[in-house]
């Protein structure tokens, strides 16, 4: 297994100590939120991108892409019906595929529930039907950059669009790209009612990614899932992508989490 950390977990800590916090607990990919770089992407120089990228990968780490793409913006959204928001977030995605680019990374996960739920004036297809043309409009950013989006489905209580991997999986192929697949979040899947490794067995053809995670907001085995079938199934499926771990709940500090995440992690394994 490949295993990265979310770099939101360490909140306001330097940079260098962050890495450094990481590389000690075993961790060797790192996830951006690009909100911990940058309140304007458009402004965030080459120079500064080159300077984080080398900082990153000096210290051991491979970039692995961003997520969280959509939190802490402003006029963006993934399923309105009003088509010029749409147009702005398509055109967006694709300055976040050339940062994602220029620091290294190959993948953005698409989460950010509050910038894709619908009203109930609106009705779930319409909403897919948004979605769908949103991304497909990015697309020719995405293969100029080389970069793939990981459609994420999310649970009931992140909101009412994309709850399912079966529904990610509905969007995904109704864009029809290659650079928009799947991926699958364990805290999300718990909401699923199905069981974890057959989510992830049945979906294994479309997972570009993968986070570990646990529905009490803390990393993975920190709660009541049991992670030892999860880690069965990525095996049985030859899963190859990073495993990384994305926590909501940061009481407990980042060094503790991390620790304790792998710990778990190589246990379970």
């Known amino acids: 297994m490949k295993y990265g950390i979310c770099n939101e977990t360490f909140g306001d800590l330097p940079l260098e100590q962050s890495l450094q916090m990481a590389r000690d607990a075993g961790y060797t990919g790192w996830e951006v939120a690009p909100f911990m770089l940058t309140d304007d992407v458009v402004s965030f120089s080459n120079q500064q991108r080159l300077d984080y990228r080398r900082q990153v990968e000096d210290a051991g780490f491979s970039i692995i892409g961003l997520h969280w793409l959509l939190a802490k913006t402003e006029g963006f959204h993934l399923t309105t019906l009003?088509?010029?928001?749409?147009?702005?977030?398509?055109?967006?995605?694709?300055?976040?595929?050339?940062?994602?680019?220029?620091?290294?990374?190959?993948?953005?996960v698409l989460g950010s529930p509050h910038q894709r739920n619908f009203p109930d004036t609106q009705s779930e297809q319409q909403a897919m039907e948004s979605a769908a043309r949103c991304l497909a409009a990015a697309v020719p950013a995405l293969e100029e950059h080389q970069v793939r989006i990981a459609i994420e489905p999310l649970g009931r209580g992140e909101g009412n669009f994309l709850n399912t991997a079966q529904a990610g999986r509905q969007l995904m192929e109704m864009v029809d790209s290659q650079w928009v697949q799947l991926h699958l979040d364990v805290k999300a899947m718990s909401d699923e009612g199905l069981p974890i490794d057959q989510i992830i067995i049945d979906n294994a053809e479309a997972m570009i990614h993968f986070h570990a995670n646990d529905p009490n907001l803390l990393g993975p085995g920190m709660g009541e899932v049991d992670f030892e079938p999860i880690f069965k199934a990525l095996k049985q499926v030859d899963y190859d992508g990073w495993v990384s771990v994305e926590v909501f709940d940061y009481a407990l500090g980042a060094e503790q989490i991390l620790r304790q995440s792998m710990d778990n992690m190589i246990a379970a394994t």
């Open 82 to 108: 009003d088509t010029q928001v749409l147009d702005r977030t398509s055109e967006y995605l694709g300055q976040l595929a050339k940062l994602c680019r220029d620091l290294g990374g190959d993948l953005m």
